[in-house]
């Protein structure tokens, strides 16, 4: 596609539910990122694969998160018994390679856990 | 660790007023530096880079230059407009090899009114 799209771009689930999130990147990027953007705490780092694998899953904040990506393009996010803390915009990014100078974001998907 | 420090906003600016957003870095080694922009309703885009020390990035009229003796990188514009109304990240990158990604600052909101 012509930029990274993400879906959904609006989740409001409840307290102890499990979410999905997709990112699917600008095609031919092989690096993609996760970051997650919360109200006066700028943008965290979650995760950062390169093709299908994750050297770096080091800004996971717990083993309520995980993410993986397959065929080298669409990741998803799953985030396991949401709790409201997990509220916060969750930013999906590619890059064109290992490191390119510049990363390419999607608008993002905001999550609202009741 | 590393890490960024920006200034809080929000920035209230008349039109056509100078604008100089603080950002100072904490970083092992020697970092690439990055301004990116959030325009309402969508994603962060790049809007400057510096590689190396003394490199001055430029876009848009906006301007940074990487000091190294002082660990800045403050974002400048000398005449503001209200379409400059956005949200500015400081970011830095350093490559070690297994770690790719990029570190943010909690971001500054500049408001321009006419």
């Known amino acids: 596609g012509a930029g990274v799209s993400q879906s959904p771009s609006n989740k409001v689930t409840e307290k102890g539910k499990d979410v999905e999130l997709r990112c699917d990147p600008i095609s031919g990027h092989t690096a993609l990122y996760w970051y997650r953007q919360s109200l006066g705490q700028g943008l965290e780092f979650l995760i950062y694969?390169?093709?299908?694998?994750?050297?770096?899953k080091s800004g996971l904040p717990s083993d309520r998160f995980s993410a993986e990506r397959t065929g080298g393009s669409v990741s998803t996010l799953t985030i396991q018994r949401t709790q409201q803390e997990d509220s916060a915009v969750y930013l999906c990014?590619?890059?064109?390679?290992?490191?390119?100078?510049?990363?390419?974001f999607g608008e993002g998907s905001r999550l609202t856990v009741l | 660790g590393n890490s960024v420090t920006q200034m809080e906003g929000p920035v209230t600016l008349s039109e056509e007023a100078f604008l100089t957003i603080n950002c100072t870095y904490t970083?092992?080694?020697?970092?690439?530096l990055f301004w990116y922009v959030q325009y309402p309703g969508e994603g962060l885009q790049l809007l400057l880079k510096a590689t190396k020390a003394d490199d001055k990035g430029s876009n848009k009229g906006f301007e940074a230059t990487y000091r190294k003796e002082t660990t800045s990188f403050h974002l400048e514009k000398g005449s503001v407009q209200v379409s400059d109304s956005a949200v500015y990240f400081c970011a830095l990158h350093i490559n070690t090899g297994t770690a790719s990604k990029l570190t943010f600052g909690t971001g500054t909101r500049l408001q321009v009114t006419l």
């Open positions: 970083a092992t080694g020697y970092p690439s």
């Open positions: 694969f390169q093709g299908n694998s994750a050297p770096d």
């Open positions: 990014a590619s890059s064109l390679a290992e490191w390119a100078g510049e990363l390419f």
